[in-house]
């Protein structure tokens, strides 16, 4: 891992960006830097959007409105075929489903 950010360009000019505290900067710009993840794009912008298509289409990706198996498809697919594993059990699917 880069821990030092030396390998990274600033997203708009392409200049080489250096860490001073908790931000990466190049020429008068800044980006955060959260939890030793550099941000580049604002989190309102990014946040803001989920949101809107979350509150605007609320079941979109839910397999009981969509009729489509997408779901159920892609646990088959991650556990295997081997649903019976996991049958009865709760589960916690982190960050990588339909939100729902």
């Not at 030793?36 to 809107?52: C, H, K, L, N, T």
Request: glycine share 12%; aromatic share 8%.
């Amino acid at each position: 891992m880069n821990t030092d950010f030396s390998s990274l360009r600033d997203p708009q000019s392409g200049a080489r960006l250096t860490r001073q505290g908790d931000e990466l900067v190049c020429d008068g710009q800044s980006y955060p830097v959260v939890d030793e993840i550099p941000r580049f794009v604002p989190m309102q912008s990014y946040a803001d959007d989920f949101g809107d298509q979350w509150n605007r289409f609320p079941k979109t990706q839910l397999d009981s409105y969509s009729g489509i198996a997408l779901t159920e498809s892609r646990l088959h697919r991650c556990f295997r075929g081997h649903l019976a594993q996991i049958e009865g059990k709760r589960v916690l699917e982190a960050g990588s489903g339909a939100g729902g």
